[in-house]
């Protein structure tokens, strides 16, 4: 009986490994509601290069570079809908347009699967999430080895204690992936000790070359409670630039979300 106990107590201090405490912060985090719809205000600071105005004629448009209509600093009002990610927006000079969200408007927790697998870049048409539930998706809530996500497509190393951004204690981890690096572009993340809630993503983002001029990028995704719901808060992008073959300076950008609400309809607040 001793022996039992003693062996009990052995296995009970025994530390999970890397593998493992992904494993378990990925199922707390896919147990978690998903809100139906969140509206808030979109703030972007750009460094080095500029954004424009992200409606044209009614339809959402985004564009960074540089030249006469590029701005450093651009808020807008959104209202996303969980269940097809789709958005509308409206902007401070009175332009409505509405349509799939893409680049900063996805705030969920199943919004930073898209942002793993697809970066910057809008997901295809038949990969938005029709019909999906307003807790947590299929394509998460089944893991394969192949999944973007998933611990098996990754080797997973500790990275020992590190504060998640609200200050609360955390711990790092770090992924060299297993498959396509361009396709899994998980590269660190920190899991909040005393809930297991993701609270950062570090990744690479997609390359994009033509021409000559193309950047690659790096991206750190912040989560935060608010009301009650576990979301994507802020943003830090950095990119290395090139325009005509040229290397220019890195360029950055910052984007975060406030007056964060969750309306029980598409209109929002």
Not at 81 to 93: F, K, L, P, Y
Not at 124 to 130: D, G, L, V, Y
Request: charge should be neutral.
């Amino acid at each position: 009986m001793l022996s039992l106990i003693l062996a009990a107590a052995t296995a009970a201090l025994v530390s999970p490994t890397p593998q493992q405490y992904y494993s378990q912060a990925l199922a707390t985090m896919q147990a978690l509601p998903e809100p139906a719809y969140v509206a808030f205000d979109t703030t972007v600071a750009a460094r080095g290069w500029g954004i424009a105005e992200p409606c044209e004629q009614g339809k959402i448009l985004w564009s960074f570079g540089f030249g006469g209509k590029m701005q450093r600093q651009l808020t807008w009002h959104a209202v996303y809908g969980s269940r097809n990610a789709d958005e509308t927006i409206r902007t401070v000079t009175g332009d409505t347009c509405h349509g799939p969200a893409e680049t900063f408007d996805r705030p969920t927790w199943q919004d930073a699967y898209a942002w793993v697998r697809y970066g910057f870049s809008q997901p295809p048409k038949a990969e938005i999430r029709t019909g999906a539930s307003h807790t947590t998706q299929t394509s998460l809530k089944t893991i394969a080895d192949v999944s973007v996500i998933s611990p098996g497509a990754y080797r997973i190393t500790d990275g020992g204690a590190q504060r998640c951004p609200s200050g609360s204690p955390g711990h790092a981890l770090h992924f060299a992936p297993r498959f396509d690096p361009m396709t899994h572009l998980l590269r660190d993340a920190v899991v909040e000790t005393n809930s297991m809630r993701i609270c950062m993503v570090r990744l690479d983002l997609d390359t994009y070359q033509a021409a000559g001029t193309g950047y690659r990028g790096d991206l750190r995704l912040d989560f935060g409670e608010v009301d009650g719901n576990w979301i994507i808060t802020r943003g830090h992008a950095v990119f290395a630039v090139r325009m005509a073959g040229i290397s220019l300076k890195t360029a950055a950008l910052d984007f975060w979300y406030a007056n964060v609400v969750f309306p029980a309809t598409a209109q929002g607040v």
